[in-house]
């Protein structure tokens, strides 16, 4: 989703800044699965377990076996699939579906996936979590001769690719996928094939699973769960996978290279629930804790996690520490992504729609707080005071991956080079910005270390770690090549 | 609009002859104005004045000087553009503006024009009223070769030509316009310039006016009147306006040929007080109603229109005949486009929706009932049922225009062949099908008189009458190749 | 409806005064039936016929023999009740329903009509038209003894009347009815009986009419030719009906005054094919044009109406003069009750939405516009204008009304005594307002004639004609008491 | 809210029961402010951190010194008051705010709290939290003296016991609560002052608090954190607190006796961040978990709670028996109220909308589950099931709570007595039932000792504990009176 990332990041961050979200965005969970009964059911179920992955939009479309079929709507999976006869006209034993993450601005309802197209060969479907590096580029090129675009993703540059093509489906994907740089994994969906893809170096997920006789693709295992599905494997870097009558094949089109999956997955993103690349994510991030606690530990009474997602981390620091883990921050789980527009005096406020300090376990202690990461602090900032006022005598943070210093550029949402604060502040400067008495960080070593690895392998990293590192193993295309929106005339739709 | 025309006829005929709409439809209104401070306010209201063409969605599209500006709803003109904001957004010196007909199914909102596309030269946005008969056959081959539709418009088979196209945009539109076959008449905005064209022959209308110093393209001039605009002359057959900021230019890319306008724009399509061809609409249709009462008159008390398109012609014919001209049937305008869905045994009452009999002026009289076509019958039928049952002591009927015998495929959405009356009936099964004492269809010279004419030219007709006559100007292309969605692919969608 | 009316006037006016509407409005239409098993349906489509004296909100509540079930909206008859599975639910042999005038302001769902309560008896419904000139004494009164009034209706102030009466319905409606000043007409339901009551001076109008077993009860006569029933009687000024399972009754507990129904109703509200009072409504009209020609004839070529409501005394005018009818006014029918909000510059061009001079039978002549009243002379000086504009030589306009020159309190909504044209000029001064070559009213006697009367009986008239005489049969009590908002307590509800 | 308990337990039951809710439901969350000129902004701020006090609707009345001003509506507080303008329209220094637990059913909207009415002396609102044993028969007294019901709370009982009243506000109020017999806690809003009132036994909380010189009174605790207030005191039980221009004041009118606050709030409903009669419900929480393990402690690798009520308990659990703590079930918060209609054959598949078995930390383990409480046994069997399948070797069960054997009538919606496992079961079948390899519940002397009692005053418990002893205090007089619908009729209203 390279174009909307381009475009929209401003009114993007202004926007969710108001409500204290203050960590990376992961972009989409894609769900397909071929050859059951009750296909955009179990998408549906799918979609739901993959919700984390995008809350903005979701969509379904399926093949009955005459007629493709879809319905794709802003809101959420339970809500937007439990209106009144949506499941039943989604009929067909083949089927893909999409999680949205939030984007701003008029072409919403157009960007709601799975994208469709008639073709020279017939109807095609596809899915798309990611981003293209030249989406941009490719974008010019195909407008100049003759293609329209209807949308602002990254999805719709790969459909013009496959529809200007030549020869059968897989050809033409293939051909298509040769043109393409970045981080991606996608699903799509033919006549009379399902097709899974994940980009050469495997920056994105994809996994494949099997229900009764259906092979299943998604994004993460916990969407095989939900369904009583069984995991198989992951689709591997590279890997073009055709499922359809006669069961499962699958190709390699590129030269084998090292593979480079994304570490935020492991650090944020997946559920913790999911297997991925044959770890489990919860065990992954309670090492990452006791890691912390071995490299950075202080002398606390109470070990407490910046809920939801530190939590797993400061488990394991706790347990590692042998100090008592408490809940000393509520999260209220009922924020939606809009509220009250503050008049200045209550804008500082803000953070407190998510998170309150729980006084109990703060009052008179010596704290750790414990969360993933650190992006913008402005977060960080507001809970340590909360911490403060809730009457806790020290203060620590220990965050569990190294400082975030660049944009991600394959498929996460970042804030600019200017926001991120590790990128323009010393560990010292971060620790007085935020107001803590101690702030600590996992090493590099240490990430890889809670991930199974000795130490990170300088030489050929065995992951993509650019944001920490700013080694980027895939060309940022667009970026090198100007600004982007100087030759493209959008439309601003209103209603 | 071929393809909508082609596909969704059941459908449409089914849901719509509920309400007793036994008319034929006009297919569209546009509208474009060039260098005005408020073109979008002036659009609207231009739109409004053209509601009668097309009621079921409506759409502008402005261009600010930096980015075009689009809004396109479901719903009248009034309600669509009283939405708060939707016109303060609607920014820009330039507009151009659609209404739409009722049409079935799903692809509704995609549909909705005006169309907008970004091509190689930028953005470009095209309205269009009228039917090409070639656009199944051209769409295929723009599939074919990479093309990917988002409509079933016939708008989008046009801009796909341009963009597929080379050189400038009048280049692209003249060469586009020479693979069209059909009738048509459209208007398309760029950054810099307004377009209107019309079809070699004409078949569709489209005049020219000014506002102070800004040109205004419309289908019919009440939609210039409503804004005070001046009428300055009817865009010619084959012409190509361009309108800039230097003011106006046109070409004629086509060799002259004998111009064709629909002759159903003078019996029933156009407002009574629009001027079309250099004729007042009303005039044309109060002249019908005198050739008719000179050609079939009858002894009579009293002449009632069916209202509201039957009146002008029932004054024409209780002037010629001297007789008493009453209201004997009440219109109810309210009248939307769906309602309840009626039990069976209260089905008949449908066309009581509509009108009802005024007993004062009917009871104990010999009644004249003057309409401006008969299609399929069901309303002629019930009303006669009507006007008897209030006490008419003889109910004759009197049609301003010749039996419709041969659907239209240049802009009419027409029943099929099997559904017209007047196609498998002569005028006395007709007469006692309908239920009255006598029944009166004007002639075809008597209908070219009244339009001015001596009579109807048989080597080369002054108008298109092919619904009369068979002789269609234009070849059906389409409807001569088969079966049109044996190879198109569509999407069902909900929501 | 007495609250609305003094409440809400100034807004009213300001946002119906845009669309060019100079008429006086009537508050509702009502409608009941008992004994029927599509009784909703039924009610329904009388609604539909009655759509002209009510187009804000409308509403239906039927009794199913266990339970009272409601659908009551915003929208038109035939939006509101098409609404899937609305008329399934509207199960059950009893129905009445109620189409509300458009007012303004928060309280408007709330106020949609029928009201239902649970009183000390069972259930109650109401529908109501008219106004209470008591209404806010008597609600002060209530709620000073624990009543609750959820609304601002008149008709909840009949509701609790009933509530805190005694002994069995029909007493507590007696009694209820013996506390009311006004002009008013209503229907009621119970768990077993439909009630109908008329105010003992007949202002408001309410007939009584049969399909098959089933009688109904219905503010015209037109709500009855849509479902194919039978005409029995008008309702007598102060009878209460009672409908039931054993046939119909009724009482008049009033001491006999003679009767005084609203002239206006017979001028402009009725729709011409009701009869009323014996009388065509249509013909009655074509009476006052032909009285209006005698009156005040002057020499021309043409007659034309203000479409719809001058046609029929336009064309008795034409008749009697002998002088050419044609349609020099177009009215455009997809005017809603909202549109644009227009900058200044435009704003002149408000009456142009809704009608158009037609050039044709304008140009060169002198011409006669009838219609049938004038309220604020806005619309009439907006019309004579476009009319001079179309090219006429002469334009005079006669009225088939007299001069309007005092406020409703008996159901009408009334401009204020300051906006009425009338009030305050005389006809030479109006003359000149409207810009006519000459204005001529039909006299009152003249009025009377129309309606078949030789003359008005200056001791007791026939008809209440207060608006042109200031005579109020009916005492004023709410007006003549104080303002009426300084005790109530006003919730101001949004969304 | 007796009277929706009452009438529409099955329908409620049915609904919620697909999604795996098998928790008892809190009614409301009330909160008000007095003197404070962002009054609206604060109480929206509020009822968000009450939220989960009733997700189904949430209503603001404002007053802004001339006017009350109300937004009410279906969905959650960020919803409901971050729609365009809202917040601005609620003006005014005083406002009262509820948020509604979700009923079933029609008559929804007229139920959403704060309730208005205009009464005798001005404008009333009120809001309130709890449930009175005798609403329906003061219902049925206040109709049969003319009192008319517009909604089935509770609330508006006291509003027409108010209504119905004499003399001043207060003497109203204190009369209207000698009526009342149940649970419950109220505020209110006049044109002077911000009431609150606590039932005489306190089973409801209340407390009151400050910001700079605004009173504020709030259902919890966490309604002062989020804007920053100062928590004063817990409203006594049955004392009348009045705020206004001059300060607090408050009476006590009834007579003293022992309070009892609801144990349900200390096990589940209040937030783990409130304070509650003086103790954390946070701590209180762990220390139900400590106690579970020293009463029914099992040898095990991992304890883990039922996300996210078991938290505390489990953290209590793990921490006392000296066992590692880790989150082996992960919770999907993203589950709305409604979902896909399932087909029988993934009908099983309910629960796992709202959690997941992490596989990790399970497999080949002997793990401890502990949740708050067990009501029908639906959830815990089918986590039981996921936890086997996700590899544990044993699974125990711990609950914070005794059996629940009896239904609550005081303001919890509770299943009906044969729908709660254990009013039909020992705990030897509930072990079976549920599947585990041992369940244990903590003791009643156990809870009061968490709360900080030695043990249960058997002569006067400390806390109303009627749910696990079937000991009422309060007299459940509708219930014992007979059934309620036969002499109210109910409108059923659809749109």
Redesign the interface.
Known sequence: MALATLFNQPTFNHRIGLLGNDKLQEECGVFGIFGHV?SA??T??GL??L??RG?EATGI?SYDGE???????VG????????P???R?LKGQAAIGHNRYPTTGEPMLRNVQPL?????F??LAIAHNGNLTNALSLRREL????????STTDTEVI??LM???HGGVTDRLIKAARSLYGGYALVALT?DTLYGMRDPYGVRPLILGKLDQSYILASET?AL????ADYIRDVEPGEIIFIGQDGMDSVHPFPPIPSKPCLFEYIYFA???S?MGGK?I??TR?NMGRELARECGVPADVVCPVP?SG??AA?GYA?QANI????GI?R?????R??????D??RH?GV??KH??????LSGQRVVLVDDSIVRGTTATKIVQMVREAGAREVHMRIASPPIKYPDYYGIDTPSHQELLAANHSVDEMERYIGVDSLGFISLDGLYRALGAKKRNDQEPQYTDHYFTGDYPIPLIDLTQGGPSAQ????????
């Open positions: 009750d059911v179990h549906a179920l739901h377990a919700q984390h809350q479309v007629e493709f079929r879809a319905h794709r709507a959420l999976v339970g809500d937007v699939f439990s209106q006869d949506v499941m006209r469709y197209a008639d073709l020279g017939g109807g407008t100049h001769h003759g293609s329209i675009f209807q459909i013009h529809a200007t093509g006549k916990c769960d939900i369904i009583g559920r913790p629930d297997m489990s919860y065990e309670v939801d939590t797993p488990i347990e008592s883990f408490d809940l509520i209220n789980h009922y924020v939606g809009t509220f009250i527009e503050p008049s005096e209550i406020l407190r729609l309150n300090a729980n006084r109990g376990p493209l005339s959008f439309l601003k739709e209103t209603g």
